[in-house]
Antibody
Framework: EVQLVQSGAEVKKPGESLKISCKGS????????IGWVRQMPGKGLEWMGI????????RYSPSFQGQVTISADKSISTAYLQWSSLKASDTAMYYC???????????WGQGTLVTVSS | DIQMTQSPSSLSASVGDRVTITCRAS??????LNWYQQKPGKAPKLLIY???SLQSGVPSRFSGSGSGTDFTLTISSLQPEDFATYYC??????????FGPGTKVDIK
């Protein structure tokens, strides 16, 4: 079964750093793009960026360029999303998702809730 | 950047109703359009890809159509488990896959 499993919920203070993860299984991790999506409380889906674990080619939405870093460690089939200095406005659910050959995204991880509060 | 809009933003319908949701792109995206369903507290689920292809395991009451800038998602006979929010997403732009704002379908 193709599966993406994300790391657990995080509670952080403004200014702190954070790295959340997305582990793939059941498929060749290096052969598919992995995207990241933000969903702020009560809001819609926002495209953040995407990485190809095979060669770490990474692209960012202009809205998120410079705000986050996407990376991957293909040796452990895991993609990451990280912040160097969190803000309260980073409070959201973050999803990873695999892009299939159809260009649709499936499956999705279960989501990681990040709460940033002083 | 390609902008996506959806209409309506919400709708109320009854079980058995035929429901149609529209998605529009700010420029032609050929057939590079996906549809997702999201239920509260759950991750989105891919329903339709390439505008009209049904994802494996998705009930046949869901269908998609359109090309260029205008697309529709149709649920032929709404079921209780279909009450959710639906999002379109373009996959035309190289690696910048914007979503529409969503359409919430609730019970009348």
């Amino acid at each position: 079964e193709v599966q993406l499993v994300q790391s657990g919920a995080e509670v952080k203070k403004p200014g702190e750093s954070l790295k959340i993860s997305c582990k793939g299984s059941g498929y060749s991790f290096t052969s598919y793009w992995i995207g990241w999506v933000r969903q702020m409380p009560g809001k819609g889906l926002e495209w953040m960026g995407i990485i190809y674990p095979g060669d770490s080619d990474t692209r960012y939405s202009p809205s998120f360029q410079g705000q986050v870093t996407i990376s991957a460690d293909k040796s452990i089939s895991t993609a990451y999303l990280q912040w160097s200095s969190l803000k309260a406005s980073d409070t959201a659910m973050y999803y990873c998702a695999r892009q299939g050959s159809s260009l649709g995204f499936d499956p999705w991880g279960q989501g990681t809730l990040v709460t940033v509060s002083s | 950047d390609i902008q996506m809009t959806q209409s309506p933003s919400s709708l109320s319908a009854s079980v058995g109703d035929r429901v149609t949701i529209t998605c529009r792109a700010s420029q032609s995206i050929s057939s590079y359009l996906n549809w997702y369903q999201q239920k509260p507290g759950k991750a989105p689920k891919l329903l339709i890809y390439a505008a009209s292809s049904l994802q494996s395991g998705v009930p046949s009451r869901f269908s998609g159509s359109g090309s260029g800038t205008d697309f529709t998602l149709t649920i032929s006979s709404l079921q209780p488990e279909d009450f959710a929010t639906y999002y379109c997403q373009q996959s035309y732009s190289t690696l910048l896959f914007t979503f529409g704002p969503g359409t919430k379908v609730d019970i009348k």
